[in-house]
């Protein structure tokens, strides 16, 4: 008898990608820190790529549980030791429910108490149109094309 063995593929808990000096983290779970260091090795190599400061969107899909404290830690640090090279931030919350507006008031107040929130440099965003014109302002290009193309990366919905 032959046994043949099966494996499912576990898809990853993000994705990331590069759009004209805009870096996109799509998180579809919350990150593991074997996720957190890949995507920090990730964005320091978009950075060496222009040697400026980039754009950063960090979107969380609708799906996305909630993540842990340790996780919540993880994604803070992460920010906090890459914040010189990043000249924008938005994060983007996915999702029309209660739990999701539930959720951007949650980040909105770590984002205060934390001090990564300056409404010249953190954002948090319901949709990722209204990302764009923040992009063209700041890096003087189309933004509405940035979000369109991640929109085709799947790197926002």
């Known amino acids: 008898?032959?046994?043949?063995?099966?494996?499912?593929?576990?898809?990853?808990?993000?994705?990331?990608?590069?759009?004209n000096k805009v870096f996109f983290i799509r998180w579809e779970q919350p990150p593991s820190p074997q996720d957190l260091f890949v995507v920090d090795k990730r964005f320091r190599e978009s950075y060496e790529a222009y040697r400026q400061q980039l754009s950063v969107?960090?979107?969380?899909?609708?799906?996305?549980?909630?993540?842990?404290?340790?996780?919540?830690?993880?994604?803070?640090?992460l920010l906090e030791e890459n914040r010189k090279y990043i000249c924008e931030l938005?994060?983007?919350m996915?999702?029309?429910e209660l739990q999701h507006n539930l959720q951007r008031?949650?980040?909105?107040?770590?984002?205060?108490?934390?001090?990564?929130?300056?409404?010249n440099y953190a954002r948090l965003h319901k949709r990722a149109d209204d990302i764009a014109p923040f992009l063209t302002s700041r890096l003087k290009v189309d933004g509405n094309r940035i979000i369109n193309d991640a929109r085709l990366l799947g790197l926002v919905a």
């Not at 969107?57 to 640090?77: D, I, S, W």
């Open 1 to 19: 008898m032959n046994a043949f063995a099966t494996a499912t593929p576990t898809p990853p808990n993000f994705k990331t990608g590069l759009i």
């Open 57 to 77: 969107v960090v979107t969380t899909g609708a799906k996305a549980r909630v993540p842990n404290g340790e996780q919540r830690k993880g994604l803070f640090k």
């Open 90 to 92: 938005h994060l983007l």
């Open 94 to 96: 996915e999702g029309n």
């Open 105 to 119: 008031i949650i980040a909105s107040a770590q984002l205060i108490v934390t001090r990564i929130y300056d409404n």
